[in-house]
Each structure stands twice: as C-alpha cells, then as structure tokens.
Antibody, heavy 116, light 107 residues
C-alpha cells in the first residue's frame, strides 16, 4: 500500500523559512517522480513543484520560483521542500504526491501558516 | 502557462442525478488530463487519468471524455458520497495547472 507522510509544517513569520519532509513507502521510490501540491484555505489546488526520479530535473510554479527548492533522498525514500522568504499567501495545506505531473497518490498534508 | 477553465464553479444536484462538469484548456493538451475529487479536510483523490481511464477502485458511475481542449467528467447517477469538490488537472506542459474547482452540493 502506497503511503506518503508529510511533516514539518507549522507557524512561521513572513520572510521566514521552513522545510517540509515526506516519507514514502509501499512503492519503489526511485522509480517515480514526485510532486508537492498545496491547497490554500478557501481556494483551489495549486501544483507547487515536481522532481524526476533521480533529482536532476525539477519544475516550479511561478509563484514559488526562486523561493522554494524541491529535493529528494532516494536512500531514505524521502522528498523535501525547502521554503524561504515565506509570504502570507503561502499559507496552505501542503501535500506530497507520487508522480511528477499527474499525482496518483497523495499524503494527508501538512499545514503551513505564515503569520506575524 | 496553460489555463484550465472549469464549469460550473458550483452546482446543486439530487441523489440519482446525472452530473456533467466541463474543463476547457487554453491550448491543446492532447489527453494529458486528470480529474480529482476532494472532500473537506481530506487530500484529493484521483478519479480519472489520461482523460478517460478510470482509476483502480473508483466506481464505474464516474467517466471522463474529451481530447485537445475540451474535457468532461460525468457522474451517471449521483450518490450521497459524491458530494464534494472536483478539479481537473492538465499535465501536458509544465507547470501542471488545475481548474478552479466545481463544488457539487446537495439540492
């Protein structure tokens, strides 16, 4: 059974940084690209970033480009999202998802709140 | 970026109704389209991939169709557990983009 468990969310001040992690199990992690998708309160879904199987190809939404960095550690079956220069509009549930552009399995999400 | 225009944004329907949701892409996306269902407090669940392929375990009352720029999600007979928000997603080009969502509510 595919399992994706996010961690690292919390409350952070504007301009601050946070690192999200996602622990994957139930599939061969290094066979698949991975994604982060977010859902802000009262808004729709937004694809944030994706990374290919070995980490040498990444993409970002324009809204986070230059501020967020996606990475992975295949030895640890883990996906990461380093977020910096956080803004109020980055407040959202952040989901880790299997597959690069068409997520088929999702974690339960971790809440990031950017507030002073 | 490719814009995905989903309609309607909200609708009221009764159990047993046939429901149709449309997604229009700002340019051709071949069949690189998926449909997701999301309930409050839960992660999205993929229903349809490659425009018309049913995700394993998803009831057959859900179906998808279309290609190019026009796509449709159909629920043949709405069930109580189907009241939720539905999103389309294109992944023909990066970044992948979602429609704005369709909230299906009980009439």
């Amino acid at each position: 059974e595919v399992q994706l468990v996010e961690s690292g969310g919390g409350v952070v001040r504007p301009g601050g940084s946070l690192r999200l992690s996602c622990a994957a199990s139930g599939f061969t992690f290094d066979d698949f690209g991975m994604s982060w998708v977010r859902h802000a309160p009262g808004k729709g879904l937004e694809w944030v970033s994706g990374i290919n199987w070995n980490g040498d190809t990444t993409h970002y939404a324009d809204s986070v480009k230059g501020r967020f960095t996606i990475s992975r550690d295949n030895a640890k079956n883990s996906l990461y999202l380093q977020m910096s220069s956080l803004r109020a509009e980055d407040t959202a549930f952040y989901y880790c998802a299997k597959n690069y552009g068409d997520p088929d399995y999702w974690g339960q999400g971790t809440l990031v709140t950017v507030s002073s | 970026d490719i814009q995905m225009t989903q309609s309607p944004s909200a609708m009221s329907a009764s159990v047993g109704d046939r429901v149709t949701i449309t997604c229009r892409a700002s340019q051709g996306i071949n069949n690189y389209l998926a449909w997701f269902q999301q309930k409050p407090g839960k992660p999205p669940k993929r229903l349809i991939y490659a425009a018309s392929s049913l995700q394993s375990g998803v009831p057959s009352r859900f179906s998808g169709s279309g290609s190019g720029t026009e796509f449709t999600l159909t629920i043949s007979s709405l069930q109580p557990e189907d009241f939720a928000t539905y999103y389309c997603l294109q992944h023909n080009s990066y970044p992948p983009t979602f429609g704005q969502g369709t909230k299906v509510e009980i009439k």
